[in-house]
């Protein structure tokens, strides 16, 4: 088997796959007020098309996927993607992305077809706090969806809780109080600098991920005992606190970059190949598998691309970097 490996040496085996660029949630960090730019309905790969793509990306070695959106679960075939992807025989790590506003429905389905865990995006307790950063969203809805996920089995469920200044930063504390009691998973993210409105968010709400940490061993009066391994290979450094189960991760993309251990690509709704999140460079294989290319032709284009791969993304640096794509358009 060829093993996608770039030209620093990484070994690529992990695929995000955005399902949809549409989300039922507005969050002002992720989407502009005037809206996304969302594709027609027309431009996005069915699920067969999806599916073969993973299919041609698992014969490279690509062992583990995720899907995202916008919010993935707005797909109408969303299970039955799932199930298509869970069947591929290299594929050993099925996850999801989500928002969990449809989680409670779906849950169940989604597990049975192969997910075996999911990461949610919950950044406040607050009901209010919640409906501004979504812009209308329901917090009680979600936290159906997290206690239905973790009813369906899935595991670890992983919360992921965007820290802004001047926002929610105060609950730092309380969400980590909500972690532990529901055995979940908490992952604390830098705002990132991606899109219109990632840009104006960092440049106003950044907060870093070294307070954090400061916060939570005060709040835990225990040593974080760092994890290494931890499953699903991504850019969090994770935490145990004590000899307990529960994991605490924080993403620090920008004050300390992580792109040196980098073993994924992107893969959005139109099938475009994603090399990185800090840079605009992308390759359609959507619009070649429309033309009618073979799988060896789309394999190549797939090896050709991941050869390109940059060394690192640029956030901090370049004042105009990724400035035409909205993290919704591409997964995070």
């Known amino acids: 088997m060829q093993s996608l490996i770039d030209s620093f040496g990484r070994r690529i085996d992990y695929l995000r796959v955005s399902v949809i660029d ?6 002002f960090y992720c989407i502009p007020p005037e809206g996304a730019n969302t594709a027609a309905r027309s431009d996005f790969l069915s699920g067969e098309e999806l599916a073969r793509l993973v299919r041609l990306f698992s014969e490279l070695g690509v062992s583990k996927v995720r899907f995202t959106g916008g919010e993935p679960l707005m797909r109408r075939d969303m299970v039955e993607l799932a199930q298509q992807v869970a069947d591929l025989p290299g594929i050993h790590d099925l996850s999801l992305s989500t928002n969990a506003h449809l989680l409670e429905r779906h849950a169940m389905s989604l597990r049975s077809a ?11 307790l607050n009901p209010a706090t919640f409906a501004e950063i979504t812009r209308g969203g329901d917090l009680a809805m979600v936290l159906r969806g997290i206690d239905a996920a973790l009813a369906a089995g899935m595991r670890p469920v992983k919360l992921n809780m965007v820290i802004m200044k001047g926002i929610n930063e105060h609950e730092i504390e309380a969400m980590l109080d909500f972690a532990i009691e529901r055995g979940a998973d908490l992952r604390f993210i830098e705002t990132m ?15 870093p991920a070294s307070k954090v940490l400061e916060r939570v061993r005060k709040q ?3 040593e974080l005992i760092a994890v290494k391994g931890a499953k699903g290979a991504g850019p969090a450094n994770y935490y145990q606190i004590g000899g307990g189960p529960v994991r605490i991760g924080v993403i ?4 300390r970059h992580f792109c040196e251990g980098c073993n994924r690509v992107r893969l959005t709704a139109r099938g475009d190949l994603v090399l990185c999140l800090g840079q605009e460079d992308t390759v359609s294989l959507g619009a070649g598998l429309r033309q009618g290319w073979s799988d060896a032709e789309l394999t190549q284009a797939i090896l050709d691309a991941i050869a390109r791969k940059p ?3 640029e956030f901090g640096e370049k004042e105009d970097v990724v400035r035409f794509r909205d993290m919704s358009t591409i997964g995070g």
């Open 193 to 207: 600098p991606i899109g219109a409105a990632g840009r104006e968010g960092t440049a106003s709400h950044y907060y």
């Open 22 to 27: 549409r989300c039922n949630y507005s969050c």
């Open 220 to 222: 835990c009066g225990e």
């Open 252 to 255: 620090s993309a920008i004050s």
């Open 114 to 124: 192969g997910v075996s865990r999911v990461n949610i995006s919950l950044d406040t």
């Open 311 to 313: 060394e690192r993304h």
